[in-house]
């Protein structure tokens, strides 16, 4: 079945615009999450969705970033302002319900490449 | 929150010999610890995973082990191939998301 997708895959912006990041995940996973990578660094958690529950929005780093997720499924991460140090690959990932003990497999998406100039 | 500490950051080893990563966690609630493999370009792909009733898991080439009681977790490859060259990240899961490390770059040379 289909993987996990991201659009676009490359976005190229200039300092100061907003974007907005597509994630569909796997049909039905309840459980989405977007993460961020830097260049050479590692995953940073950035926001989670579980079915119709208030998302997590600890990882966030700042007001210019929110997501949402409609119906359950598809979600939109959105940056607003953009500067420089938001270049990263952004990458989306869904799982079955994880709250159940152990939890379960995150699959990821194959992200997207921001770059703000 | 929890927090992951992963080591070492590279890691070179030849063709044939056995690699070992480590993580640290902080929050001893927390109950599960996948391993992900991300190939140069592409996205993370989970390799072996254990849960925290379980002291050691081994899938061919690859095993991990879990402390709980010291909060630490080790990937073990054995007999290193160079297609197994990738970066790896741990993650120990805290309430419903998953905490990462920082990666190991590991290179396999032949």
């Known amino acids: 079945g289909a993987g996990v997708s991201q659009s676009p895959s490359n976005k190229v912006t200039e300092k100061g615009k907003d974007v907005e990041l597509r994630c569909d995940p796997i049909s039905g996973h309840t459980a989405l999450y977007w993460y961020r990578q830097s260049l050479g660094q590692g995953l940073e958690f950035l926001i989670y969705?579980?079915?119709?529950?208030?998302?997590?929005k600890s990882g966030l780093p700042s007001d210019r970033f929110s997501a949402e997720r409609t119906g359950g499924s598809v979600s939109t991460l959105t940056i607003q302002r953009t500067q420089q140090e938001d270049s990263a690959v952004y990458l989306c990932?869904?799982?079955?319900?994880?709250?159940?003990?152990?939890?379960?497999?995150?699959?990821f998406g194959p992200g997207t490449r921001l770059t703000v100039t | 929150g929890e927090n992951v500490e992963q080591h070492p950051s590279t890691l070179s080893v030849q063709e044939g010999d056995s690699a070992v990563i480590k993580c640290t966690y902080s929050?001893?609630?927390?109950?599960?610890f996948p391993w992900y493999k991300q190939e140069l370009g592409k996205r993370p792909q989970l390799i072996i995973d254990?849960?925290?009733?379980?002291g050691e898991k081994k899938d061919q080439r690859i095993a991990v082990t879990l402390n709980k009681t010291a909060k630490h977790f080790s990937l073990h490859i054995t007999e290193t191939q160079p297609e197994d060259s990738a970066v790896y990240f741990c993650a120990a899961r805290n309430t419903d998301k998953l905490i990462f490390g920082t990666g190991t770059r590991l290179q396999v040379f032949p």
């Open positions: 969705f579980q079915g119709n529950s208030a998302p997590d």
């Open positions: 990932a869904s799982s079955l319900w994880a709250l159940l003990a152990g939890g379960y497999e995150q699959y």
């Open positions: 929050d001893s609630a927390s109950n599960y």
């Open positions: 254990i849960r925290s009733n379980v």
